[in-house]
């Protein structure tokens, strides 16, 4: 076997939706034997769409898909006193456990960290959760608009005239899964010195929060408050569209203004009033008014190009999903892993984030079915036989 | 104290605006001895230059490269050496410095770590197991892209971001605050942590290639797979959840302040029903399911913000929460800095300046995970251009004195920049007026509990609009 960086460790995912069963794949990509435990019924996740055929099915979730490879899957039911006493013997062979319920609510099953830690001091456990497992806000619920308003990102996003927009997606929920993943090696690099682990304390807020690098100091800075762009005069540095779609232009990067101007074709562009950022702000209307005529006639992939390649201007162009499937840049980073799935089929699925030598994200498994590894899992880690499993799941344990 | 992660570990940090920089200020958090090198003539860019982002208290001052919010938020707890790159004697001091640490971090193209012989082949002769992080726009290789020009704000569009957000109906709209850079930092921060580990286990290093389109098109993922699989393009919802309703974000009492809303289940519809004095909707047929209350969302929207406008955000967000209901106030830069709940945590942390500095105290976002038996808390603020120097090349290099003199005599080493780019200066009054600005509140030390005596800057004392009421 080729060695990988966490090749020796064994995690349990009993996390549900996206950011904990996100942050638990992505040990997996990288060697650890994970393990997802999900209540007989199956986790949220599975209800999910988009569905591989558009109808809503527990085996056909792409985002599970998506989140669950390289897992083997499990049931058991926390809430039965057999299936706490289980998962305890579990998490006394693993490594890492990681989860997302309300805070509390391992606690009340006696299977939180502080419970889990005197069988296993080595454990860590990664709690992922909207508000985090402390201060005024703990029980909240949270969700993706939830945790984009609390932020502080929501109130710089959209228009003045309209009310504060959310980004598309899920933004928060994969962020916050990278998260887990970050604090969790993190910690286990701590715990390989002191044979400690801990419990680690993940919130979603804060998460989202820790990208305001611009807008938080502003106000401890200087008092500033930054809102919402204006819909007029603010075009350039936004979406602007052309023949065939919309792309976006940034100023700074190698390029001069001058090559901006060079690039677009169009002489009012040098004048004096779009000679800096200042000026363009104050004269923002005139400028819209260039630009979208300047680019009315052009294509997105004409004006990408020769932006990036003539004039090495920051560009970019709205593509679409259809454009990221298709993507030569993606194919050739890697991007994509063909996954044979028993129900799904096979598809092209999302997997390499970034490239490494020696221990590289490496694709083993698709996403489990629901309990699919019961008999395997069962009997390999706690030696229990096909009776035993039979019988659990007769008792409604399994 | 109890140990941090990174305790023992150095790190060389040449990486310059957000997505390398902002982690090795994670990593300095967490107990690495971080230095941040730059070139005289060539800072940071959260320095100087017109994107430099802000001042303290708006005011350059004699020394503005030191005194920038986004600088000093980015690179807290780091050590500053100023090093030209662009000759010899620099890069044989930065390789003297990779000899003696742990992790590279940078961010420049390709070429230019080819240029100067410190590639990842070449970097390995001169330490065997050294870990090092490339990040760049696209990812170096074979990629028609591999070679463009890229940063956070144009990626948005390309990465897939701008195509899904947006107002209902409505033209894509950009993400902002360089969405996709916080994405590389946590990459090189994942990246970094599975190298330290397989290092340990098998003594040996590594090269992290990070391309932050590809984590930016990660995060669309599911409408890929829904084009893959159903032919599906994805549109733009706003702020509609793509299953499940009523989602929004309403107007509440007061000029631009909002509440969100999302309902996951019908139990949280009935609770919604009943808090706004309308039991008898969730009785309805037309609003019994998600999919019946999609269907209707127009109408619901309407019933919801007619309870959410008369009261003040943070009311509606208890009162909603109270009653079982997802919900958040849209909390502005300032809600955020004064939030009970990230100060009970400790999310939100104090930088104390030396006097000399003249910036004082300074409230800075933290990080999001909390470790039950490790403290983490920021070492302290960004470092004053080259002030450390001495402390590198001397300290740890062992330079003789002459050695050193004869660094800085040929300006190899600085303390001072050889060139600044222009700043794009403007007053905070204007800055509103240019609607650059939503508001600004001249009380924001005496809220914040960092009002104290700075030397050599006066606080703004001029003449200003009102602030808004606090919440």
Known sequence: MIPAALDDLRVLDVSRGIAGPLCAKLLGDFGADVIKVEPAGGECGRSMPPFSGGEAHPEKSLFFLLTNLNKRGITLNLEEPRGADIFKELARRADVVVESFSPGYLASLGLDHPSLEGQNPALVMTSITPFGQTGPYRDYKGGEIVAYATSGIMSISGTTDREPLKHGGFQAQYEAGFNGTVATLFTLLLRDATGAGQHVDISVQEVVTSTMVINQPFYSWTGGVQGRRRPEGTMFGNVMPCKDGYFVNQAGGGASWNDVADFYGHPDLKDERFADVNQRVINGQALDELLVEAAKDRTMGEMFKTASEQYRILFGIVQTPADLAACAQLEARDFYQEVEHPVIGTIKAPFGLWNMTETPARYRRPAPLLGQHNLEVYGEILGYTEDDVMRLRQAGVI | ?471
């Open chain 2, 1 to 471: 104290m109890a140990r941090l992660p990174l305790e023992g570990i150095r790190i060389i940090d040449l990486g310059h605006v957000f997505a390398v920089p902002y982690a090795c200020g994670l990593m300095a958090d967490m107990g690495a001895e971080v230095i941040k090198i730059e070139g005289p003539g060539r800072l940071d860019i959260t320095r100087d230059g017109p994107f430099s982002g802000v001042h303290a208290d708006n005011q350059p001052g004699a020394d503005s490269w030191n005194r920038t919010a986004n600088f000093n938020l980015i690179n807290r707890g780091k050590k500053s050496m100023v090093l030209d790159l662009g000759r010899p004697e620099g890069r044989e001091v930065l390789k003297d410095l990779i000899r003696v640490s742990d992790i590279f971090l940078e961010s420049f193209t390709p070429r230019v770590m080819r240029g100067w012989g410190l590639d990842y082949p070449n970097m390995k002769q001169l330490k065997s197991d050294i870990i090092m992080v490339s990040n760049t726009g696209y990812g170096p290789g074979s990629g028609p892209y591999s070679q463009y020009p890229a940063q956070a704000t144009t990626q948005e569009a390309t990465h897939g971001l701008a195509h899904v957000t947006g107002y209902r109906g409505g033209i894509p709209s950009k993400a902002g605050q360089s969405f996709v850079d916080f994405l590389a930092t946590w990459a090189c921060l994942m990246g970094t942590a599975l190298a330290l580990r397989y290092r340990h286990r098998y003594k040996k290093g590594l090269w992290i290639d990070i391309g932050m389109y590809q984590l930016g098109c990660y995060t669309v993922s599911e409408y890929i797979l829904d084009w893959l699989a159903n032919g599906r393009l994805g549109e733009r919802l706003g702020n509609r959840h793509p299953s499940k309703a009523p989602q929004g974000c309403y107007p509440c009492a007061g000029d631009d302040q909002w509440c969100v809303v999302s309902v996951r289940d019908d139990e949280e519809w009935a609770g919604l029903c009943r808090l706004i004095g309308k039991p008898e909707l969730a009785q309805e047929a037309r609003f019994a399911t998600h999919r019946d209350r999609l269907a209707h969302h127009d109408e619901i929207d309407g019933i919801v913000a007619e309870w959410t406008r008369s009261l003040a955000k943070f009311e509606a967000m208890e009162r909603l929460q109270g009653a079982g209901v997802p919900a958040g106030a849209v909390f502005d830069a300032r809600d955020v800095n004064l939030d009970p709940h990230l100060r009970s945590r400790g999310f939100l942390e104090t930088l104390r300046f030396p006097p000399e500095r003249g910036i004082g105290e300074r409230v800075i976002i933290g990080r999001p995970w909390r470790l039950s038996k490790t403290p983490l808390s920021v070492r302290g603020p960004g470092p004053a251009l080259g002030v450390h120097n001495r402390d590198v090349i001397q300290g740890i290099l062992g330079y003789s004195d002459a050695r050193y003199a004869d660094l800085e005599q040929q300006g190899i080493v600085a303390t001072r920049p050889t060139q600044l780019r222009p700043l794009a200066y403007m007053e905070m009054d204007e800055r509103v007026r240019r609607g650059r600005l939503a508001y600004w509140d001249p009380d924001f030390k005496k809220r914040l509990g960092t009002e104290k005596d700075e030397p050599g800057v006066d606080a703004p004392r001029a003449a200003r609009p009102a602030p808004r009421d606090p919440p």
